[in-house]
């Protein structure tokens, strides 16, 4: 069988519904979703940039089979949370936390989009908290800034000139901080907690694949 | 004092709509002894509030006036308005139902002259128009009331308008020393035919029913495009008076959902496919109907109807809940938002008027039904031996139309006559 | 019962009538035109004291016979209520000063109108007898049901219940019908969550154990005849005779057949052993169930793993080429039957393709449930269905995804959703039309299910599709043959819940008949109504038109081929006499002669008095009422005006109408409901008939040498409160403008 037709055999059969079930957070929800697209409609984001899949088409592309392409989608990672479609849904699915868990999926697996906004924040916020227990703002910011290349992190460094200069006066930015970050007081305890997180973590995984 | 006569051979019906006046006249027409509670001053119930009837789009008034003159023929039906039942004791084939009726302030010898409401000053909402407009306090309920009589409304008793309406009436008909009375009545079979309520559409947060005065429900789109209604007929926005001819129709507000009604009120879809058609007969080519919908539930040889509307042209369909509706504050309009599922397309439309398809909750909650009688988990009565001769008919045992609430009637007649034969007998 | 007639007039002065009416002059119009002798004014007539006036008069003096110069007919009836004598009313409220401005100008055209009222009121009294009920009853209690399905099962339960014996008759060899053939069946009660038993063993039982129930099997109807209260059913048996059985009332539950899934062979059906309709995957379900183990594919025996339904196949077709309706119940059925795989074995992929998923009230729930154990619902519209070896390629277009292209390959089995078609035997208002096809299609629906003896056709009437329905809103039991009930998707299409209470109202519909035929009353609309028609034979020319006519199937032919009446079939609407040319059908209440006296009494001023004279003819049902509410709303309408209610435009009689032109009226207007497909006739066929016998009224007038304008009839429902006036002004003016009748005075 070619990889075409493999591909097409899998669709609207019930393989991938069933690992989102398995796998995804909340994702035994997905096959209650009974189309009404009031979670779409409600979303405040507009789906612009990026939402390539509003919820209710993500839930589709699910029951269809469309692994690739959801997992591949932009969508899950422009959620901002704001609850709209939860509260709304009539079938009561939680809509918010199924984004999340798809993104969270697609990541590990390692087929969420590359240079994904989101993502990328993401990861920085989480790599650079889980260092000292606390978050650098400045080394945060400026891997933002500078995500898209040295050119374009001047460009938007100096477009924020004005605020960093405020945050400065206002003694709410230490440039030192840049070399030397201020860390919690226990960076040994929060490593320990991270770790024994990572490993329960990794058992309840473990428990649902099985 | 009002006396009624009654046995534990006489069947009780509670609710004066068209289930309630079915199942007693089926029983009466069968050779029974009913008494029919209505707690309205006139019966007819809901049904009668309704300009037209899907599919056939004629009036219910006309099989109301059938159902009138059966009534008034037959000798065996004792009608009790402004009554509600307050409880039932007792057991199959031998229940005492305790009734209250409150005061009508006039008598059977009111001719409906309507002298009365002349003389009266003050101004109520009308009920029969779900408040879109005021009427007399000193009323007919409206032109097919039956019983044909005025009622003069409790705010004004005590007040300078009552004794004005005093005055007015040649024939003493108005009596304002009419005080609430109960009266206990024995039955052998209880039919419950209270019928539904629209559900509270100021519950569905985002479609502004509280702060937008041109998102209206259905029922009150009935009103509008009846000729006989607040607007003579014509379909006016309530903000700015101006002529709906861009009306949206938003499905299962409130059905189907989990935070509001679970079940499906099964009525909604064939009522706006059929309210389609009120903004056409009125506004013709001009007149654009929209539909917002989950699923289109037009069951059996309902389909034809559904296939008519959706072959006009001035009729569109676009699958999708919507999320939530805003206003143009300068122009009145209400901006339907959300996306139509089918290949997903967003959209924000305006239109003049936005009619909520509210989805139908019996009236059986909170009514005061004994304890102990079975209800499933939207609170309609359902049909179970445990519930003993308490027999539930029409919209208070499920979610009907019409034509399904008097089958149901009609088998509950049936019901509760099998109870009372069964007295018969042993008494013999 | 030969007692005496004594006539006695009341006229009530109140409600303005007293200051509006010149009553002394009323009174004298009463004594000497309308020759009745005992005439009381009274202030407030419908008060206690008017109404012990009258009774007294009644109790005390031998009156049989009431007119009452008041309100309308409509109104007031608590307090005009003397069931024991005859009356009639001349509506002097609504019918005359409600419509009339109070102004000295006025003054004169008003008295007239209701002078000629009580003129009319007395002519009719005079005409009428008081109904004893037809003497033709019969006393059978006995229902007979037709079928043997869930709708028979609870119909002939429920009637024996009721303590009413019954006859069932089975076509096939075991009671049970479509139910029976069903693994398990919806829920119809909390909780809505799973399959739950067929419920049909019991019923068997039931109907087994109890004495007031006799069951034939195998056993067909041969023939049916009589009426309400006295039909005979000879049923033709197992062994081949006939057994006959009186009864008093029928419920016809003959069910339905699945739609055939070989008109689908784009489906698939037919093409492979694993493409099933509803009928089939229950065979499939059951016969897992009686081995114990899972649900077999077809082809192979293999167990299935994969499962697709298709909704709607067949059905909701526009093109005309399969059912155009919808089934209603099969959404649920194919939720069910994906339950049966899902509860069994979750890991079985079930897929419902679906365009409108339709499940009503708490069906949701039903859905719900099926979610949440792994039904998947997938909107789309499925194009094709591919067999390929032991599987099958669902080829549809998913409409949420808008993929034209979408296919489920590997599905193990395909369920289709094919619809009910009822068996509702002869079409009898078939048109025969051209063409092999039709011709096939007349052939299948040539075997009779009741085989009435009737004159006109051997089956109920039926609405569309074959399916029996009533076409009236508010009342869905009436079908065009008294007595005769249908019940269960022969009717519509329905659930199993919906069927059996279904057959319990039509269970009551016909306990209510056999009643009603035992003491000579009439059954819907007109309930309690003693009088019935009677037919002067001598004067019958045998031109069958009453027999033609008739919407309820109630007249035959006699061996003389004369028309002979069953009484407890007739509705008592009187299209029989309007019909008939000689006019000999009449009923006591109601006659060619209660009506034309009214005309004939009226006075009719000359031609020169610029005072024309205008009949309206208006069904007491619709156009009566409108009238009543337009006087409420203090409509001015013409004084020249006089309106006669008649139960349906059916019953009108042309001779009214040639009197009335012949005596000087003006014009005349008629006033029935909407005909034609959305007819809105209680009486069916009456407003229709009425219709077509005044196109040929145009005849008439040019042999009168008149103007056809002079002749109108109207559509006109309740609600035509602002129009039925404006309707009646324009008359009047177009009147002025033709001229005056020149048969005034003649």
């Known amino acids: 069988m070619s990889n075409l037709s493999s591909q097409a055999a899998a669709q609207y059969n019930n393989n991938f519904l069933k690992e989102v079930e398995a796998m995804v957070e909340e994702g035994n929800w997905v096959k209650m979703c009974m189309q009404c697209g009031v979670c779409s409609g409600s979303c405040p984001t507009n789906f612009q940039a990026g939402w390539d899949h509003p919820p209710q088409e993500i839930f589709m592309m699910i029951r269809a089979g469309k692994r690739e392409e959801v997992l591949n989608s932009q969508s899950m990672w422009m959620c901002t949370s704001c609850y709209n479609c939860i509260v709304r849904c009539p079938r009561k699915l939680p809509i918010t936390h199924i984004m999340h868990g798809l993104a969270n999926y697609a990541h590990r697996l390692g087929l969420a989009p590359k240079n994904q906004p989101t993502r990328h924040f993401a990861k920085l916020f989480w790599n650079n908290c889980i260092q000292t227990g606390r978050v650098n703002e400045l080394k945060l910011s400026l891997g933002l800034y500078f995500k898209d290349g040295f050119k374009q992190g001047i460009i938007n460094g100096l477009a924020m000139k004005d605020v960093a200069l405020g945050l400065l006066k206002a003694k709410r930015l230490n440039p030192f901080e840049l070399f030397k970050a201020h860390g919690c007081k226990d960076q040994k305890g929060i490593h320990a907690m991270l770790k024994k997180a990572h490993e329960i973590e990794e058992r309840r995984k473990a428990i649902k694949t099985a | 004092m009002t006396e009624v006569v009654a046995t534990n051979e006489t069947i009780l019906v509670v609710g004066g709509g068209i289930s309630g006046m079915t199942a007693a006249l089926e029983a009466a027409e069968t050779g029974k002894n009913v008494v029919l509670v209505e707690k309205n001053p006139a019966i007819g119930g809901r049904t009668s509030q309704l300009y037209r009837y899907f599919p056939k789009l004629c009036h219910p008034i006309c099989g109301l006036e059938i159902n009138l003159r059966r009534l008034k023929s037959n000798p065996r039906i004792r009608l009790l308005t402004m009554a509600e039942v307050t409880g039932i004791t007792g057991a199959k084939g031998d229940y005492t139902a305790t009734i209250r009726i409150t005061p009508r302030y006039v008598n059977a010898n009111c001719t409906a002259c309507g002298d009365c409401a002349k003389a009266v000053g003050a101004e109520i909402p009308n009920p029969f128009n779900y408040g879109l407009n005021k009427m007399k306090a000193a009323y007919l309920p409206n032109k097919m009331a039956y019983p044909m009589r005025f009622v003069l409304d409790k705010s004004i008793i005590g007040t300078p308008d009552a004794d004005k309406a005093k005055a007015a009436c040649k024939y003493n008909a108005i009596d304002l020393d009419m005080q609430e009375e109960t009266v206990q009545i024995k039955a052998g079979a209880v039919v419950w035919a209270t019928g539904w309520q629209p559900y509270d559409a100021n519950k569905i947060q985002p479609y502004g029913y509280d702060r937008f005065k041109n998102v209206i429900t259905s029922v009150e789109f009935e009103r509008l495009a009846d000729p006989h209604g607040p607007t003579s007929g014509k379909i006016l926005r309530p903000s700015d008076g101006k002529e709906a001819k861009n009306v949206a129709f938003i499905q299962c507000a409130g059905s189907r959902d989990e935070n509001h009604l679970r079940h499906c009120s099964r009525i909604c879809c064939m009522a706006s496919l059929k309210q389609t058609n009120y903004v056409e007969e009125r506004y013709g080519n001009e007149g654009k109907s929209t539909i917002y919908y989950i699923d289109i539930r037009a069951i059996d040889r309902f389909e034809d109807f559904y296939a008519k509307v959706q072959a006009n042209p001035n009729v569109s369909f676009i699958k999708s809940k919507v999320a939530k509706v805003t206003q143009d504050d300068a122009s009145g309009d209400v901006i339907l938002h959300g996306v139509n599922t089918e290949g997903y397309h967003r959209y924000a439309t305006p239109h003049d008027l936005c009619v909520l398809a509210v989805g139908m909750e019996p009236s059986v909650k909170g009514a005061n039904i004994p304890a102990e009688i079975l209800a499933d988990s939207s609170g309609f009565i359902e049909a179970d031996p445990a519930n003993g001769a308490f027999f539930g008919a029409g919209c208070a045992s499920n979610a009907l139309d019409v034509n399904r609430s008097v089958q149901s009637a009609t088998a509950a007649a049936l019901r509760a006559i099998q109870v009372v034969n069964r007295v018969a007998k042993a008494e013999v | ?746």
């Open chain 3, 1 to 746: 019962m030969a007692v005496e007639k004594k006539v006695a007039a009341y006229i009530c002065q109140g409600c303005g009538l007293g200051e509006r009416l010149d009553t002394d002059a009323l009174v004298d119009v009463v004594k000497k035109e309308g020759k009745i002798q005992q005439v009381k004014p009274h202030p407030f007539l419908c008060s206690s004291e008017g109404v012990t006036m009258i009774q007294n008069d009644i109790d005390n003096d031998g009156v049989s016979h009431i007119m009452i110069g008041a309100c309308s007919r409509r109104a007031k009836t608590d307090a005009f209520n003397f069931p024991s004598v005859a009356m009639s009313r001349a509506n002097l409220r609504e019918g005359v000063i409600w419509i009339r401005p109070d102004t000295e100008e006025a003054r004169e055209t008003t008295q007239e109108m209701a002078e000629d009222y009580l003129r009319m009121g007395c002519a009719e009294i005079k005409a009428m007898r008081q109904p004893e009920g037809n003497p033709n009853t019969g006393t059978s209690k006995t229902l007979l049901v037709v079928g043997g399905g869930i709708t028979g099962m609870t119909a002939a339960l429920e009637a024996a219940k009721t303590g009413y014996p019954v006859v069932l008759v089975e076509k096939s060899g075991q009671l049970g019908g479509w139910a029976a053939k069903l693994h398990m069946r919806v829920p119809s009660h909390e909780p809505y969550k799973a399959p739950v038993d067929n419920g049909v063993a019991g019923m068997v039982s039931a109907i087994e154990a109890d004495p007031n129930i006799k069951v034939y099997l195998n056993a067909t109807l041969a023939k049916t005849s009589g009426a309400p209260g006295r039909f005979q059913a000879e049923i033709a048996t197992e062994s081949g005779s006939t057994a006959t059985e009186d009864v008093g009332a029928i419920v016809q539950a003959t069910g339905f057949e699945l739609y055939d899934a070989n008109k689908l062979p784009e489906l698939g059906y037919g093409a492979s052993p694993n493409v099933v309709d509803q009928g089939g995957l229950e065979q499939l379900a059951r016969e897992a169930a009686e081995r114990g183990g899972p649900i077999l594919r077809p082809s192979d025996g293999q167990p299935v793993k994969s499962v697709v339904f298709v909704q709607c196949a067949g059905q909701r077709d526009a093109s005309g080429t399969h059912l155009a309706y919808c089934s209603g119940h099969c959404c649920n059925t194919s939720i069910k039957q994906a339950m049966y795989f899902k509860d069994a074995n979750a890991d079985i992929d079930t897929t419902v393709l679906y365009t409108d998923l339709r499940t009503p009230g708490n069906g949701e729930d039903f859905y719900r449930s099926a979610q949440e154990k792994g039904v998947i619902f997938t909107k789309g519209k499925v194009a094709s269905v591919q067999p390929a070896g032991n599987t099958c390629k669902v080829n549809f277009h998913d409409l949420i995804l808008d993929d034209q292209n979408a296919s489920i390959e590997n599905a193990d089995l395909v369920v289709l959703a094919t619809g009910q078609v009822p068996n509702s035997g002869v079409n009898i208002d078939f048109k025969a039309v051209e063409g092999e096809e039709a011709a096939a299609e007349v052939e299948k629906k040539t075997i009779s299910i009741l085989n009435l003896d009737y004159r006109q056709g051997k089956d109920v009437p039926q609405l569309k599709y074959g399916f029996t329905d009533s076409h009236f809103i508010c009342f869905p039991y009436e079908t065009r043959r008294t007595g005769i009930y249908t019940a269960g998707p022969v009717r519509r299409p329905m659930d199993i819940a919906q069927a059996k209470e279904d057959a319990t109202g039509a269970t009551l519909k016909a306990i209510q008949a056999l009643e009603n035929a035992a003491i000579g009353s009439a059954a819907h609309p007109r309930s309690g109504d003693l009088s019935y028609p009677s037919v002067r034979l001598e004067g019958c020319t045998q031109c069958k038109r009453c027999t033609v006519e008739c919407p309820f199937g109630a007249i035959d032919e006699d061996e003389k081929r004369y028309p002979l009446f069953n009484e407890s079939r007739c509705r008592r609407c009187g299209t029989c006499m309007g019909a008939c040319p000689v006019r000999v059908i009449s009923f006591e209440n109601y006659s060619v002669d209660t009506v034309g006296s009214q005309i004939k009494a009226v006075s009719i001023p000359d031609e020169f008095s610029e005072k024309p004279r205008i009949l309206v003819l208006a069904c007491e049902n619709d156009a009566y009422p409108a009238m009543d509410m337009a006087a409420m709303n203090r409509t001015e309408t013409s004084s020249f005006v006089r309106v006669v209610p008649v139960r349906c435009l059916g019953s009108v009689n042309t001779i009214w109408i040639t009197d009335a032109l012949n005596s000087g009226y003006d014009g005349v207007m008629l006033m029935g409901c909407k005909h034609g497909d959305e007819y809105q006739c209680h009486f069916v066929k009456g407003s229709e008939l009425a219709n077509y016998r005044m196109s040929k009224i145009d005849d008439t007038l040019k042999g009168f040498n008149l103007e056809t304008d002079r002749v109108q009839t109207y559509e006109v429902a309740i609600t035509d409160i602002d129009r039925v006036p404006k309707l009646i002004n324009d008359f009047e003016k177009r009147m002025f403008e033709i001229g005056m009748s020149p048969f005034k005075g003649f």
